[in-house]
């Protein structure tokens, strides 16, 4: 029986030639025009594929390292590269999707034009886009709803909602910024099921995940990315071995609850002051 | 009298408008009759109160000016008023008529200026930060010292009526839709830079929808203003014979003191406020009827 979690393999192992990360960060450092050092010398390469949730404190930079593989802002320090270009590049017609916290939904808008804006900002024609609208709401179990207007709808099929209009441009890779961290626990176990679904759907969709729930990150994740804060770094990258699909049954299992404890000393040994050796440390420090 | 102009206002609009948006309720079913007997019968007891309150004033106030030895063109009694009104029906019409034309005229003009104008200072941080400042030391300049230059530039005509009245509504609703314009939430206009959005299409689909709540709350004091101003514009500029507007009907009467005629033409100007504002209501319906919160009526 393989350990539930085993340590990452070798940054070069993961992805031989390193165009071929969908992501790559290497040596990034982000400090705001306040002063704030939000990221310093963040390491990581994504391959393909991959379900790679971001666990850490409030305030360690797990969004700050969305916005820059989106984007969305620039590194201060470093390089971002995302499918072999700059994040600019990349997100063209649609391959970088972002969920955020909140579903962030045109208030005026129908569900249908909501999940459609993608398109429509990008200039397809009316027919396609109700079309592919209608398909991915299929996807998350709103057909029947493309009329309705947000607040017609409860704050999970807002947020399913959300995970429609990220997908409508069938994105290759899928930011997901804590997506469920205001739902209740049912409907978060729900649409957690339902992700790892058209994750595995969708050939080669990259999905990254941020979340603080341990349990969320070890149940959906190939991969954990431990953040510790100031300034926010990866203090480990930890691999969930359990292969997919992974049942209800999975959530109950020693492995889930060795690969949790695991996870969960990483944690603490990050929020260590920076330098002060804890007995984890060993787990991975990603370079 | 402006300020009777919007308390009125303001207290029929509170009265009028949750009947009003009943009927745009998505999804009310199909009303029984007995439904729409119970509606009338809640409109005829809501409207009950201020008209048993309008009757009470209107007999103190006939009752008080009749035995009270109170001269006619101190207060005249409601009848006085009526009888004045009655007197002079088609030139009190013809001066409602040409205030309405003046202010709708003046409401469109202001409405218009003020939001293109706010959407080019927000489409560049820079027109902004140069020309913005200068609005608003305009602004700071009272229509009582720029009218009469007005009235010098465009002659005692209604184009200087309405020139005045538009910059009166003008500065609210540029200010408003600026202000909303500025406020579009940020998690938006990240998903939008998200998708490679335009400058344009980002004005178009996000940030101009987004304020309308700003806009329709600027239009609607431009709107009691633009009354205002129509009447003020007249004071100045002065018009007469055949052209005459409410406001230059209260000056005349005011120094004939024919006061009857007085009341008449103040009362008529505050229904044409009313009107107004009450269009300005529909509109907001109108507009965010269906998503904003301030004119959501459902699941409270
Ligand atoms: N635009 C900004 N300007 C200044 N500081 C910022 C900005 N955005 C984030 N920060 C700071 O950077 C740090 C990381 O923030 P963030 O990435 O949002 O953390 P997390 O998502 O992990 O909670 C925090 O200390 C936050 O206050
Ligand atoms: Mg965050």
Known sequence: MSTPVRTAPPVSATAADPDAAVVALDGVGKTFANGTAALADVQLEVAPGELVSFVGPSGCGKSTVFRLIAGLADPTRGTV??????????????????????????????????????????????????????????????????????????????????????????????????????????????????????????????????????????????????????????????????????????????????????????????????????????ADRVQ | MSSDVLASADAQARDAAPRAAEPGRSAAPRRRPTAILDAALRGVRRALPPLVVLVVVLLAWQAITRWGDVPRYLVPSPTDVASAARDNAPDLLTSLLTTTREAVTAFVVSGALGILGAIGLASSRTIERSVYPYAIVLQTIPVVATAPLIVIWFGASITSVVVIAAIMGFFPVLSSTLTGLRATDHRLTDLFALYDAGRWQTMWRLRIPAALPYVVSGLRVSSTLAVVGAIVGEYIAGIGNGEAGLGFAITQSAIRLETPYLFAAGIAASILGIAFFQLVNGLSRLLLGSWHESEMRVER
């Open chain 1, 81 to 282: 590269s995302v499918m072999g270009t700059s994040p600019q590049r990349a997100r063209r017609d649609g391959s970088v999707a972002y969920v955020f916290q909140d579903p962030t939904l045109l208030p005026w808008a129908s569900v249908r034009d909501n999940v459609a804006l993608p398109l429509r900002l990008r200039g397809d024609g009316r027919r396609e886009r109700a079309a592919a609208a209608d398909r991915a709401l299929e996807l998350v179990g709103l057909d029947g709803h493309e009329r309705d207007l947000p607040r017609q709808l409860s704050g999970g099929m807002r947020m399913r909602v959300s995970i429609a209009r990220a997908l409508v441009s069938r994105p290759r890779l899928l930011l997901m910024d804590e997506p469920f961290g205001a739902l209740d626990e049912i409907t978060r176990q729900a649409l957690q099921g339902e992700l790892l679904r058209i994750w595995r759907q969708a050939d080669d969709m990259t999905v990254l995940f941020v979340t603080h729930n341990v349990f969320e990150a070890v149940y959906l994740s190939t991969r954990i990315a431990v953040m510790a804060p100031r300034p926010g770094r990866i203090a480990a990258a930890l691999t969930v071995a359990e292969p997919y699909p992974r049942e209800a049954a999975f959530r109950t299992s020693p492995q889930f609850s060795a690969a949790v404890a695991e996870v969960g000393a990483a944690l603490h040994a990050s929020a260590l002051p920076a330098g002060a050796s804890a007995p984890a440390t060993e």
